[in-house]
């Protein structure tokens, strides 16, 4: 027959050629050749196999099913999921929402977020969880390499045989070394001193069998006979002995004997002593070697007296056989996996772990413990009557704390108070009876057990809590006395450091009238400061100390002035200005540990580790002012509700209503009413020594100042549901600070002088007033104040009032609250009042409500953040009483929102915290409600579409993790609380939502595939979450129906795809193939028709035929799309071996499926796999690589090697310079790594050589041309080739890569082992003559491959700085296994190797 020329001048053939992009060198030139070739030819589809409807088969077969030995294997457990509830657990031992918040709250959102710091966690707990991961996620995997025996192999021996003794690469470890050493005398009777030593050159050398001799000589001539030897294999020890002489050591013989070396230098002599130390460690490890092998030859001797009983098998067969079984087991339970031995099981990989998700907690910042000692000024004298008592100040002191931050201007936390006062001082000041028990919570009796008024009365420790820490924090204590007069004249006396006996008695006679008369009333005296931190770390500065005490400006007193202040505290020529009052405060600061005890909160609820023992100190939290930032923001788990005031000024030099307005107080009240007769609420937080919770509180008085400047901090604790009657009252009194001597009744009547009254209302458009308010000062305070309104044109609404200097604004003052039930954002608060007009009954307008959804997106991140639980569970529940789509639709995209935020702000674990704990689906009403899941599919479907917003369609790719979670739960708690799980999977759910996943499946796969390069994150995101959802779905849903999702996927791709949208594919299957029921879901069994007697007559599938690909859908997917991937590049091929192995290494490690009996019903799902390899036995075929000869004793040429094994006879065709002028242009094919083994037109070509160093991609036949491979189709198991592995008939013929070989035969050889006898025979008795050499010729390719190389082979792998483990250790199949791929000459231990893996 005439042959084509090799180079037709065709249209055709310059179409190919023009479609090259570079044409060039050979290796670019292949390259392009393969890429025109996969894009003209390989871009068909392979055929999608529609999957069994698995419930409907699983009800047919069920009576097979329930009698199958290994049911377990083919059922899904009834216990597979359950919801749970998991009790919330606080720092604290009762709640922190008031006995009575739930019954006083009328705002929604009030409402809300008590539910929600009341509410425990619902969580959806998957028995089998532990399951779904993959291998290294198990659960009691632990590595065996420990355990693996020691083998002695004939390479290492013959290398040790061979070697010279004094070499460096033997088996010992080859130590040689050489040097000048001093020799003590080693006669025992003499005693060694220095002039007995003698200067000897030693020689350590190794002798042919493995041990060690220290030979010493008197010069560098070490051929000559040595004046003597030391034994190395009699020492026990070399230990270093100065004793004598410098640098000396000893070796310690066994006959007890020893003798005495010395070195020139240290360095010297710790050298000898590790290199001998060395030895000896290698002679012990040998003497262990022998006695381990002495044992083992001593279970040889055993085995072959059991093995002459055999012959009494026929007479005792029970016997014969009882001893085969536990044979049997003896060898299983010692039999290491087999995976075990492979590299990538042992490599420690967490990528693909879920991140640990806790429950929402209280988180604080650097914590730092406040210890108040003392504070003692220079004036001291003994304050008591008789004047019997301790020496001490001589009149009250209050001190203040509180942390100020400079870096970015502003306070930090509100204040700590503190009385230092010796007890005989505080008797001074007219007594007050306290009441814990009268605050604004009411609290439960136990709590007034465990917290004793006593240990409240007198805080000396506070914790401080830093979110940011840095050394520009400072801890401020400002100090307060009782008012006396001018600043000035209060701190004269002590700043002078003359004798003060007489002005401390003087001073303390003013201060008792004081005390008497004015006792209520501080002044400002001094400050002190101190830094906090060294570093943005958070380590303490613990030996900083407190700065002088700087007497008060009564100019400069705000916090404003104190940060001018602090901005120059470290510069000592700007501090030196400032006066100086003689005294010292002590305070010291430390770290709080975790279980700290005895403390309370900002709201005086104690912690867990509270102790009731009166004597122990109680600790209070100080609260933190945290910056309004996403990322140091909290969720809120807890209740607070704290109001801070700060009156800042008061204008009055210019007021013409009062005669006398100099020494101006503030009296700060909290009031609920307006009326007349009102009280003010008893929830001010008060002072040390006074009631813990008071009526009203007073700020710091200047002295004759008309235009007083304040500091003070006034804490109110808000009533919980606040109306517009709630309100903030000022009174403004005149005090005379004139202490007439004779002190009358009527003078102590008129201390106090009312000037004026000021308000302000708490809310104001529904929000509390937290910005800096302007007010004006009223002379009087009519009864309906409140109501007061300006009208214009001189008219008014309401009382009349007369207004201090013609309503001037003369009063500032601004608040700043600290509430979790109440938020500041006008956006979010004005959703939820919609929210609850339309829940009490008012028409819901859908444009309505979806204008203040939309506003949402305005809200502060913060506020978001802070409120992040409510928020969720709010618009979820607007989602499912949604009637509008417009509605819904804007509900998640609000929810995409809030989600994007959280990740933008590095917030993820949040979001993860809220759907597995804090996430409830609302209780089902078929008639009023919907459920979350199929609302949030159909807006999901809806944002998804091409004519939708891409912005948010893209966020929703990217976070779509958040919304599948969701989904996944909602199905979840849907299924058990309304008793759905009971039913039938497809009755589960409604046609609706089914319809719905398909749509949101279908819709989502263009994202997917189509932004991979201008997206990559979102769709790669995209892609993994929807593959955690179909996994799930597995679960819940129709099972049948969720592999028609997965084939809807799958469709999507095709071959020739770029390597990313490979990637994604096999991500995905990967995720869905690790469910934990992945083998139920494959269905192990027999569907042959009629009755099956046993499952060993099962027609077995060796190949993938359409049939098996449907009974079996998940496996047989996967190994047709491995199968398609190893016609791709090598990067492809790599990623899809890997997930193939990955799954077969966790088969081989489930402890469920342990048993032999098990393993072999799994094996049976990839028996096709072997039609795989050999479909690519040429490219797996690689031992020509190989630089030793097959056969030890021959010496046959290379080009031998080049021959398959199953034809080792068969001599290679001669290889000449020019290819047969009968190739044609299916020589491109072969070119570019793809050839038709099916075209009778393609030679057989043997070898096919090129000059180039890399060689030709063109594989050598296997010892039948490809005709005759197919002639023989007729009788081989794969009678359905026309479906089979490929879907197409183009195979490459590029060799793989030896990390891929190795992989496909670690698969290979895990089914071998793992598959039933039956199965094999079989296989054997069925498979075609081609295919049974190709099966024998991968096994051959086994034995090449796991060989094992030898130590010295190991060593010269290993790079120089990496030493070899295995040199010592020959059974270190880790470092064997990484370095002897596929390389080195065939011992007789190979295939001892195999068979020990195998059988």
């Not at 008012?842 to 203040?852: D, F, I, R, T």
């Not at 189709?1273 to 009678?1279: E, I, M, Q, T, V």
Request: hydrophobic share 35%.
């Amino acid at each position: 027959m005439s042959q084509p020329p090799l180079l037709p001048a065709s249209a055709e053939t310059r179409k190919f050629t023009r479609a090259l992009s570079k044409p060039g060198t050979a290796a670019e030139l292949r390259q392009s050749v393969s890429e025109v070739v996969r894009g003209s030819v390989l871009l068909a589809k392979p055929k999608l196999i529609e999957p069994l409807d698995y419930e409907n088969v699983i009800v047919q077969k069920k009576t097979q099913i329930l009698n199958d030995c290994l049911r377990e294997m083919l059922l899904f457990p009834f216990d597979d999921f359950q919801t749970a509830i998991l009790r919330r657990q606080g720092r604290y031992v009762c709640s922190t929402i008031p006995a009575n918040a739930q019954q006083e709250a009328q705002s929604l959102f009030v409402t809300e977020c008590i539910k929600t710091y009341n509410s425990d966690w619902h969580l959806v707990n998957y028995k089998y969880e532990d399951y779904s991961g993959e291998f290294r996620q198990l659960p009691n995997k632990v590595a065996k390499l420990d355990k693996l025996p020691v083998h002695v192999y004939e390479v290492d021996e013959e290398v040790d045989k061979d070697e010279d003794a004094a070499s460096l690469g033997s088996q010992k470890g080859g130590i040689t070394k050489h040097g000048w050493l001093y020799k003590g005398n080693m006669n025992s009777a003499i005693s060694v001193t220095m002039r007995s030593f003698k200067r000897r050159f030693f020689h350590l050398i190794q002798l042919g069998d493995g041990s060690y001799n220290l030979n010493f000589y008197k010069d560098e001539k070490i051929s000559k006979e040595p004046k003597g030897s030391i034994f190395l294999d009699s020492c026990m020890g070399v230990v270093q002995n100065n004793k004598v002489r410098r640098f000396a050591f000893e070796l310690k013989m066994q006959d007890k004997s020893s003798y005495l070396l010395a070195a020139d230098s240290e360095v010297e002599m710790e050298e000898w002593i590790t290199t001998l130390n060395k030895i000896l460690q290698l002679n012990f490890e040998a003497a262990m070697q022998e006695k381990r092998n002495g044992d083992s030859h001593e279970d040889d001797e055993q085995s072959k007296l059991e093995g002459s009983v055999s012959g009494l098998d026929s007479y005792l067969p029970e016997l014969a056989k009882s001893t085969r079984e536990a044979e049997i087991k003896l060898k299983s339970e010692s039999r290491v996996k087999l995976f075990y031995l492979d590299p990538d099981a042992q490599k420690l990989d967490f990528s693909s772990a879920e991140p640990e998700v806790k429950p929402f907690e209280e988180k604080f910042g650097k914590r730092i413990l406040v210890k108040c000692n003392d504070l003692s000024f220079n004036l001291q004298c003994c304050v008591a009557e008789n004047e019997e008592g301790p020496t001490t100040n001589v009149e009250p002191f209050f001190v203040t704390l509180s942390l100020f931050d400079i870096k970015y201007n502003r306070k930090i936390s509100a204040d700590f108070h503190v009385d230092l006062n010796h007890f005989s001082v505080r008797q001074m000041l007219a007594t007050t009876s306290p009441s814990l028990m009268n605050g604004g919570r009411q609290s439960s009796p136990a709590l007034q057990d465990i917290l004793h008024e006593a240990a409240m009365q007198y805080p000396k420790q506070g914790i401080f809590s830093v979110t940011c820490p840095h050394p520009d924090i400072f801890l401020v204590a400002r100090i307060e006395k009782v008012l006396q007069g001018s600043i000035t004249h209060g701190a004269e006396p002590y700043m002078k450091s003359s004798d003060s006996s007489k002005v401390a008695q003087k001073v303390l006679k003013n201060a008792k009238q004081a005390c008497q008369r004015l006792g209520q009333y501080r002044m400002p005296f001094a400050w002190a400061a101190r830094t906090l931190f060294k570093d943005a770390s958070g380590n303490l500065d613990k030996n900083a100390r407190f700065s002088a005490l700087y007497k008060q400006d009564s100019n400069k007193l705000s916090n404003e002035d104190m940060l001018k202040l602090l901005a120059d505290f470290r510069k000592p020529e700007k501090m030196a200005k400032l006066p100086v009052i003689l005294g010292n405060l002590d305070i010291t600061i430390d770290n709080v540990s975790s279980d700290y005890p005895n403390y309370v909160n900002s709201s005086y609820i104690p912690t867990k580790q509270f102790e009731t023992c009166t004597k122990m100190p109680i600790t209070f939290e100080v609260e933190e002012f945290v910056p309004c930032i996403p990322k140091h923001t909290q969720p809120y788990t807890i209740y607070n509700h704290h109001l801070y005031v700060y009156p800042k000024s008061l204008k009055y030099d210019s007021q013409k209503s009062f005669a006398k307005a100099r020494n101006i107080a503030i009296c700060i009240e909290f009031k609920d009413s307006d009326e007349e007769d009102s009280q003010p609420l008893k929830c001010i937080y008060g002072r040390p020594g006074g009631p813990v919770f008071t009526r009203s509180a007073f700020a710091a008085v200047l002295h004759h100042h008309q235009n007083p400047e304040f500091y003070d901090e006034i804490k109110i604790e808000l009533p919980t549901q606040l109306h517009e009657k709630h309100h903030l009252l000022f009174t403004f009194f005149h005090v005379s600070c004139d202490n007439s001597s004779k002190g009358s009744t009527k003078k102590k009547d008129v201390v106090e002088t009312q000037v004026g009254y000021s308000w302000l209302p708490l809310l104001k458009d529904g929000r509390v007033v937290t910005s800096e308010q302007h007010i004006p000062v009223s002379a009087n305070l009519p009864s309906g104040y409140l109501g007061y309104q300006e009208l214009g044109m001189g008219r008014h609404y309401g009382p009349e009032i007369k207004w201090v200097d013609g309503s001037k604004p003369l009063l500032k003052v601004s608040t700043h609250l600290v509430s979790t039930v109440y938020t500041q954002d006008q956006h979010l608060h004005n959703f939820f009042q919609y929210c609850q007009k339309t829940e009490s009954g008012a028409q819901a307008l859908g444009s309505e409500l979806v204008k203040y959804l939309k506003s949402l997106h305005a809200m502060e991140g913060h506020v978001m953040i802070a409120f992040l639980p409510t928020i969720l569970n709010q618009l979820f529940r607007v989602l499912t009483r949604a009637t509008q789509e417009e509605v819904a639709v804007n509900v998640t995209r609000v929810i995409i929102h809030v989600v994007a935020q959280c990740h933008e702000e590095g917030l993820e674990s949040h979001l993860r915290s809220y759907v597995k704990y804090a996430y409830k689906a609302e209780p089902y009403i078929a008639s009023e409600y919907k459920t979350v899941h199929e609302e949030l599919t159909k807006s999901m479907t809806t944002i998804l579409k091409p004519s939708a917003d891409f912005l948010t369609s893209n966020k929703l790719l990217k976070y779509s993790w958040f919304f599948f979670e969701v989904l996944i739960k909602s199905m979840a708690q849907h299924l058990i609380e309304n008793s759905k799980v009971k039913l039938l999977r497809n009755q589960r759910f409604p046609a609706s939502y089914h319809h719905a996943v398909e749509t949101v499946v279908n819709m989502l796969m263009p994202h997917i595939t189509q932004k991979f390069r201008d997206n990559p994150e979102a769709s790669k995101n995209a892609n993994h979450s929807l593959a955690v959802f179909i996994k799930r779905c597995f679960t819940f849903m129709d099972r049948g129906f969720v592999f028609k999702q997965i084939n809807n996927y799958i469709s999507c791709f095709a071959p020739g795809d770029p390597k990313t949208l490979f990637e994604y594919k096999f991500e995905f299957l990967r995720v869905v193939c690790n469910h934990e029921h992945y083998i139920p879901l494959n269905l192990p069994m027999p569907f042959g028709k009629g009755r099956i007697q046993r499952y060993q007559d099962l027609q077995l599938d060796y190949a993938l035929t359409d049939e098996f690909c449907r009974n079996h859908f998940l496996v047989g997917l996967l190994l047709r799309e491995v199968g398609t991937a190893l016609q791709e590049f090598r990067e492809v091929r790599l990623i899809a071996i890997g997930v193939l192995k990955n799954l077969l290494i966790k088969h081989s490690f489930d402890d469920r499926y342990a048993s032999r009996s098990h393993q072999a019903r799994i094996a049976t799902l990839y028996l096709p796999l072997f039609g795989l390899l050999i479909e690519n036995v040429q490219r797996i075929n690689v031992r020509d690589v190989s630089p030793f000869p097959v056969n030890p004793g021959s010496t046959v040429k290379e080009e031998s090697l080049t021959l398959p094994a199953v034809n080792p006879i068969v001599t290679p065709q001669k290889s000449g310079s020019t290819l047969d002028a009968s190739l044609h242009k299916d020589l491109f094919g072969a070119i570019s790594g793809i050839a038709s083994p099916y075209t009778n037109s393609t030679p057989n070509i043997s070898s096919v050589r090129n000059a180039d160093s890399r060689g030709s991609l063109i594989s050598t036949d296997s010892g039948n041309s490809l005709p005759e491979r197919n002639s023989e189709k007729s009788n081989s198991l794969d009678k359905h080739q026309q479906s089979g592995t490929l879907g197409n008939s183009l195979v490459r013929c590029d060799k793989l890569d030896q990390s891929e070989i190795k992989s496909l035969l670690m698969c290979f050889l895990y089914i071998l082992k793992s598959m039933s006898d039956d199965a094999l025979f079989t296989y054997w008795n069925k498979a075609s003559t081609s295919e049974l050499m190709d099966f024998f010729t991968i096994l051959e390719v086994c034995l090449h491959q796991f060989q094992y190389m030898g130590k010295r082979y190991i060593a010269s792998m290993l790079p120089d700085d990496i030493p070899c483990m295995s040199c010592s250790t020959p059974h270190n199949n880790t470092v064997r296994e990484t370095v002897g791929y596929g390389t080195g000459d065939r011992c007789h231990s190979s295939a001892g190797l195999i068979f020990h893996l195998l059988w």
